[in-house]
């Protein structure tokens, strides 16, 4: 959620989701990329589907 002087920097929170979705590459799947919706910002995030036996 962005407050204030915060919404002149969009920019800011679009980096700071990619580079938590980027330490999570490993077990997430980004289904819907940061969008500014108002006030806050929304990135959607999926667990990654697994294998039959029960590892990727």
């Given at each position: ?16 989701l990619?580079k ?5 590459k ?17 990135m ?6 697994q ?6």
């Amino acid at each position: 959620m962005f407050r204030g002087r915060e919404m002149s920097h969009p920019e800011l929170g679009k980096d700071i989701l990619s580079k938590f979705a980027d330490a999570l590459k490993d077990s997430v799947t980004v289904e819907r990329d940061a969008k500014l919706e108002g006030r806050n910002m929304i990135m959607i995030l999926a667990p990654k589907a697994q294998t039959k036996g029960g590892k990727q």
